[in-house]
T-cell receptor, first 107, second 114 residues
Framework: KNEVEQSPQNLTAQEGEFITINCSYS?????LHWLQQHPGGGIVSLFM?????KKHGRLIATINIQEKHSSLHITASHPRDSAVYIC?????????WGAGTKLIIKP | EADIYQTPRYLVIGTGKKITLECSQT?????MYWYQQDPGMELHLIHY???????EKGDLSSESTVSRIRTEHFPLTLESARPSHTSQYLC?????????????FGEGSRLTVL
């Protein structure tokens, strides 16, 4: 079993829908990253959080340390949000990566 | 926008050739990383550096080598490329202590070895 599990693996939705991507982990962590990878391959860091909730534009990330779970939400989704969203946890100074969630937003 | 650059973006090369993937950042970051990523799979750390003349192997065994002679430059070299090296290679940097800060990624180098 992977130490970082993301769900769903693939998600297709219509423009405007509210999107939730989940990340569960089984190790003790000091921080969790959410990143976005576009089809061209480049990766952009979205959030780094260790507790509570962070918001940036239409993106919201939450984490529950006790439940070892984090969610990434996208409000009013748009086709340009189509990408792979990756969760990575920092455990003992090492990053452990999830396999990613491929999101497609249709117009 | 992150100031970290990788070249080449795409490379197709024959077996046995020596290749060097370049990675440069202009942010003055001490920490730099090379990740390998196969299509649809998670990233695997293959090399990292915490400063000039400091390099370490990552979690994933790799036949590549790296050097860090200057802060801004972290090239990755394969002495003799093989088809099993076909993958995407992503370079990243961070300003903070090991993996505790935001990561900045390059656009990636997609390598195909025939």
């Amino acid at each position: 079993k992977n130490e970082v599990e993301q769900s769903p693996q693939n998600l297709t939705a219509q423009e405007g829908e509210f999107i939730t991507i989940n990340c569960s982990y089984s190790v003790g962590i000091s921080a969790l990253h959410w990143l976005q990878q576009h089809p061209g391959g480049g990766i952009v860091s979205l959030f780094m959080l260790s507790s509570g909730k962070k918001k940036h534009g239409r993106l919201i990330a939450t984490i529950n340390i006790q439940e070892k779970h984090s969610s990434l939400h996208i409000t009013a989704s748009h086709p340009r949000d189509s990408a792979v969203y990756i969760c990575a946890v920092l455990s003992n100074y090492q990053l452990i990566w999830g396999a990613g969630t491929k999101l497609i937003i249709k117009p | 926008e992150a100031d970290i650059y990788q070249t080449p973006r795409y490379l197709v090369i024959g077996t046995g050739k020596k290749i060097t993937l370049e990675c440069s950042q202009t942010m003055g970051h001490d920490k730099m990383y090379w990740y390998q990523q196969d299509p649809g799979m998670e990233l695997h750390l293959i090399h990292y550096s915490y400063g000039v003349n400091s390099t370490e192997k990552g979690d994933l065994s790799s036949e590549s080598t790296v050097s860090r002679i200057r802060t801004e430059h972290f090239p990755l070299t394969l002495e003799s490329a093989r088809p099993s090296h076909t993958s995407q290679y992503l370079c990243a940097s961070s300003p903070h202590a090991p993996n505790t800060g935001e990561l900045f990624f390059g656009e990636g180098s997609r390598l195909t070895v025939l």
